[in-house]
């Protein structure tokens, strides 16, 4: 078979990032988090106490001394991908629930897109690799080989991300993660920026119902 460009796109918590890894093991492809790449340019916001509201020549200067990159482990017990920022590894910062609102709002921003458009495209030159984001399929790589849009029920979808902050947030109810995400789809789907939607000819999976390892064998039965 011939390798292929895959995009997985879909709102927080739906199992993007769980299905996506799971998909390019199967493939032995490579798996690009490309949500983290708008995480790791908040953080870098973060760090010099930017709100995310700034004028976007603010955000032209940060993104223009950032240097972002995915390194591979390739350990036997382990295959993971770390995300650098300015060679330092970020990839256990940028999941709090802070960074992922401030996340939302800089990806909103029109030099902080055209800065990883640039990224994710550079990427994915070499196909055999599955890209996970909002609008991959719809903006970034418009010429796919195969597009999935993943979704589930808010409610489905606030339990996961629960699951996953838990151990890290003891003071977190399901009930605020659920605000959380109405919250995030409201700011990711009205945005006059690449507004988060399936693509027209994307492949929509509802996964409420089912598991990851189902939604995998769902997907390949389209290759």
């Not at 003071?171 to 009205?190: F, H, P, Y």
Request: hydrophobic share 40%; glycine share 4%; charged share 35%.
């Amino acid at each position: 078979m011939r390798e292929l460009l895959i995009t997985i796109d879909g709102p927080a918590g739906a199992g993007k990032s769980t299905i996506s890894r799971m998909l390019a093991d199967r493939l032995d492809y490579r798996y690009i988090d490309t949500g983290a790449l708008y995480r790791a340019v908040a953080l870098a916001a973060d760090r010099i106490k930017l709100s995310g509201d700034e004028e976007d020549a603010v955000f032209e200067d940060l993104c223009r001394g950032l240097r972002i990159e995915f390194v591979r482990e390739d350990q036997p017990a382990e295959k993971q991908t770390r995300l650098m920022l300015d060679r330092e590894d970020i990839t256990d910062q940028i999941r709090t629930p802070e960074l992922t609102m401030l996340a939302s709002k800089v990806s909103a921003k029109g030099p902080v897109r055209k800065f990883l458009l640039e990224v994710q495209r550079a990427l994915g030159r070499e196909k055999a690799a599955v890209f996970e984001g909002r609008d991959m399929g719809t903006v970034v790589f418009p010429e796919a080989d195969l597009k999935f849009f993943l979704d589930a029920s808010p409610e489905a979808r606030a339990r996961r991300r629960y699951e996953e902050l838990k151990p890290f947030r003891s003071d977190l109810t399901c009930d605020m993660v659920l605000e959380e995400i109405n919250r995030r789809d409201q700011n990711d789907s009205s945005r006059a920026l690449s507004p988060l939607k399936p693509a027209v000819d994307a492949i929509l999976i509802d996964s409420t119902a089912l598991s990851p390892a189902g939604v995998v064998e769902k997907m390949l039965s389209f290759f």
